[in-house]
Nanobody, 127 residues
Framework: EVQLQAFGGGLVQTGGYLRLSCAAS????????IGWFRQAPGKEREGVSC????????VYADSVKGRFTMSTDNDKNTVYLQMNSLKPEDTAVYYC????????????????????WGQGTLVTVSS
């Protein structure tokens, strides 16, 4: 059974940092693209970033480019999202998701591309 579990959220001040983790089980991470999404209260779900676990190709939303970094540990079947210079507008529930294949492009930030989803983890950035 394919499962994704996101954790690592919390409360942080503006300018602070957090690292989210997404633990994958039931599939080989190297065969999938892993994405991070977020949803703030009253807003639509937004694609944040996506990475090919096979070759590390990554795409980021403009809103997080230069501040967020994805990485993967295929031995641990875990993907990370390092979030630096956090802003109040980064406050949201963050989700990790996966789709089969290693091709990354602008469509990789579209939630409709993803088949598997983990539960969310809440990130709150105080001003």
């Amino acid at each position: 059974e394919v499962q994704l579990q996101a954790f690592g959220g919390g409360l942080v001040q503006t300018g602070g940092y957090l690292r989210l983790s997404c633990a994958a089980s039931g599939f080989n991470l190297a065969d999938y693209a892993i994405g991070w999404f977020r949803q703030a209260p009253g807003k639509e779900r937004e694609g944040v970033s996506c990475m090919s676990s096979k070759d590390g190709t990554t795409v980021y939303a403009d809103s997080v480019k230069g501040r967020f970094t994805m990485s993967t540990d295929n031995d641990k079947n875990t993907v990370y999202l390092q979030m630096n210079s956090l802003k109040p507008e980064d406050t949201a529930v963050y989700y990790c998701a996966a789709y089969y294949g290693n091709y990354i492009g602008p469509y990789s930030l579209d939630a409709d591309e993803y088949r598997y989803w983990g539960q969310g983890t809440l990130v709150t950035v105080s001003s």
